[in-house]
């Protein structure tokens, strides 16, 4: 059969064993099948051809099975003589500096078919922004906050105030939001919720941790070495695992997907310290400068949330993960809920499991809403509920009201009795927030006065 000279093939090299060989086929499955590189298999090579679709889907396909470039490489030869090519590279390669010019220009880079939420940025075209609304968020609300360009660039935006339906009742909660693809394509929004502790006593994508990997994840927030990760209906890989500092959430990020770079801050990495640093572990560099061309020095290690290389400051591998979940479970009620400030007995009375009924407070889009306020002691946060959750509550004494600053006047006046100097010869209620009266009121309350005998 006559070869077509434009035809080329791919030739696998798996660098552990130093073996090459030849793709000849990419079953139902997915899996990439392959050859031994002999003439006498030339029937059996799978050709493909310059802007060739089937090279594109083949590429998918490969960056998923084969997820360590450190241990494979992939060259593209023309698909004639095969064989005594392959010997050609194969001698190449058992020189690979000496011969790096053309080795480079038969090598498949692979990072130029990562999947597509790797690269560039999310056409906001593909939004579904019913989905956010469904939650109480509004685009303007991301680019208000700086997290839209954030997630137009697949990241994670920072904590954000959440109303999730359930039912008849909305559950408010906090979260980070992300724009991720399905395994069709499809651009869905992902919600990652805050949880209490990172979960570390079970399996997390198939792998276990011993008690030295949970203490180094308490501890600095990374796993500290590579770790091999099965997702669900997927293929297995070697992943960097950190934990998220806000959310507690367990990320583990595929380890071809990082560049562990040559140079960080002015500073040329040895090959020690790049070896180490693609290993998951931390590495001290000194005399790196900052931005404000100050030399200083960190440790520096990959991080799983951040997608990449993160700095450790005063000589310390402690991160700040255990810290923000102890500062968190030691603080239980905040002297604040969505605006409104609490007096010492209204957090006391949370603390001690009581219901509250607080006005006034403010959402994310601005609007007010009063709601029954329970702390949650298990997830650290407090739940709001449109009845009393305390049924003897209702029965028995009055509930505590706490009431957002500038509605302290209004409140005080129309809900309590009470007389404000300003606005004491004003009959009607106040207004939200108002605490002076208002132009008309002035004049009522002077024509009034000039009535008098």
């Known amino acids: 059969m006559d070869t077509n000279t434009n035809d080329y093939i791919l030739v696998l090299e798996d660098k552990e064993s130093k073996k090459l060989s030849v793709v000849s086929s990419v079953d139902a499955e997915g899996k990439v099948q392959t050859v031994e590189p002999l003439d006498a298999h030339s029937g059996q090579f799978m050709k493909f051809s310059e802007n060739d679709s089937i090279f594109k889907n083949f590429m998918e396909n490969f960056t998923r099975q084969f997820n360590d470039p450190s241990r494979t490489g992939l060259y593209r030869l023309v698909a004639d003589k095969v064989e ?64 839209l360009e954030k997630m137009l660039g697949w990241g994670k935006s920072n904590l954000m105030p959440i109303a999730v339906p359930f039912g008849d ?10 724009f991720r693809e399905d395994t069709d ?10 949880r209490k502790e990172p979960r570390l006593d079970f399996p997390f994508m198939g792998v276990e941790f011993s008690e030295e990997d949970k203490k180094m994840l308490r501890e600095t927030g990374n796993l500290g070495r590579l770790a091999d990760v099965t997702p669900k ?33 002015g500073v040329k990495l040895s090959e020690q310290q790049k070896a180490d640093l693609a290993m998951g572990k931390a590495v001290a560099v000194e005399n790196m400068i900052s931005k404000a061309g100050k030399p200083f020095n960190a440790q520096i290690q990959i991080n799983a949330d951040k997608k990449g290389i993160e700095f450790k400051f005063d000589n310390t591998t402690r991160q700040s993960v255990t810290q923000h979940v102890n500062q968190e479970q030691q603080k239980g009620v905040s002297r604040k809920i969505c605006g409104v400030e609490l007096t010492e007995k209204q957090q006391a009375a949370l603390n001690e499991g009581r219901t509250l009924y607080i006005k006034n407070m403010v959402d994310r889009a601005g609007q007010p809403f009063n709601a029954y306020v329970k702390f949650d002691k298990e997830e650290n946060r407090p739940r709001f509920y449109r009845w009393n959750p305390d049924r003897k509550q209702e029965q028995g004494e009055a509930k505590v009201v706490a009431v957002a600053e500038g509605n302290k006047t209004q409140v005080a006046v129309n809900n309590e009795g009470k007389t404000n100097e300003a606005t004491k010869h004003v009959k009607e209620p106040l207004k939200k927030e108002q605490s002076e009266p208002t132009e008309k009121q002035k004049k009522e309350v002077q024509k009034k006065k000039g009535r008098k005998i």
């Open 169 to 178: 009742k909305t559950i408010y909660t906090e979260a980070r939001l992300a």
């Open 84 to 147: 005594s090519s392959v010997m050609i590279l194969q001698e190449m390669l058992q020189q690979p500096q000496k011969n790096e010019e053309q080795l480079k220009l038969m090598r498949v880079n692979l990072e130029d078919y990562v999947p597509k939420e790797q690269l560039g940025r999310v056409n906001e075209e593909r939004i579904d922004w019913n989905e956010l609304t469904a939650i109480g968020i509004t685009r303007e609300q991301l680019k208000a906050s700086g997290n």
């Open 233 to 265: 209906n997927g293929e297995p890989f070697k992943a960097f695992i950190s934990v998220d500092p806000q959310t507690n959430e367990l990320i583990a990020l595929r380890a071809d997907r990082v560049r562990v770079p040559d140079e960080i801050k």
């Open 185 to 194: 394509g499809n651009l869905a929004l992902a919600i990652h919720t805050i």
